[in-house]
């Protein structure tokens, strides 16, 4: 058995990817408190507001990517409603057809054109990358800032005038 010899210095990769082990392995329920965060930081020499600088990266990256799970369900919701719409109107149309000349003629028709586009449609719904996704995204965004804003000023217009009764 060889032993291998111990580096005196790690790329900070390979020191994000050791302390991630070390912290998994240990006994508790796997948190750790504020107060040992600020330790770990200033045993590594990390500046307070390096710390909470990172700390605010962090807590920004987890609600974008909530907002942008919500997005994807949001989508992926829309795109369920119209496969729901599509065939239902589709089986519509095809049993009118059917039942007017014996067989599906003009209704296939229908069927291939619209079943192309919503295809490309469904496609489009289904990316979670790209310019298309951040700039539908974006937009979903200050749609939803825009009314949680709204709704926020509507319901302390409510309580002002509540109060002034």
């Given at each position: 058995?060889?032993?291998?010899k111990?580096?005196?210095?790690?790329?900070?990769?390979?020191?994000?990817e050791?302390?991630?082990?070390?912290?998994?392995?240990?006994?508790?329920?796997?948190?750790?408190?504020?107060?040992?965060?600020?330790?770990?930081?200033?045993?590594?020499?990390?500046?307070?507001?390096?710390?909470?600088?990172?700390e605010?990266?962090?807590?920004?990256?987890?609600?974008?990517?909530?907002?942008?799970q919500?997005?994807?369900?949001m989508?992926?919701?829309?795109?369920?409603?119209?496969?729901?719409?599509?065939?239902?109107?589709?089986?519509?149309?095809?049993?009118?057809?059917?039942?007017?000349?014996?067989?599906?003629?003009?209704?296939?028709?229908?069927?291939?054109?619209?079943?192309?586009?919503?295809?490309?449609?469904g496609?489009?719904?289904?990316?979670?990358?790209?310019?298309?996704?951040?700039?539908?995204?974006?937009?979903?965004?200050?749609?939803?800032?825009?009314?949680?804003?709204?709704?926020?000023?509507?319901?302390?217009?409510?309580?002002?005038?509540?109060?002034?009764?």
């Amino acid at each position: 058995m060889t032993v291998s010899k111990v580096p005196e210095t790690y790329p900070v990769e390979d020191i994000q990817e050791i302390l991630q082990l070390a912290i998994a392995r240990r006994d508790d329920d796997g948190e750790l408190s504020r107060l040992q965060l600020e330790e770990i930081a200033a045993d590594l020499g990390i500046p307070q507001t390096d710390l909470v600088a990172a700390e605010q990266a962090w807590r920004d990256g987890k609600i974008e990517t909530q907002k942008k799970q919500d997005f994807n369900l949001m989508r992926r919701q829309i795109l369920k409603n119209k496969v729901v719409r599509f065939s239902i109107i589709n089986t519509f149309l095809l049993g009118l057809n059917t039942i007017e000349t014996g067989h599906p003629s003009w209704s296939l028709y229908v069927l291939l054109i619209w079943g192309l586009f919503f295809s490309l449609k469904g496609w489009r719904l289904w990316q979670t990358s790209g310019i298309n996704y951040e700039t539908e995204f974006q937009r979903w965004d200050r749609k939803t800032q825009l009314k949680e804003s709204v709704q926020t000023m509507w319901q302390k217009t409510q309580q002002f005038l509540k109060n002034l009764d």
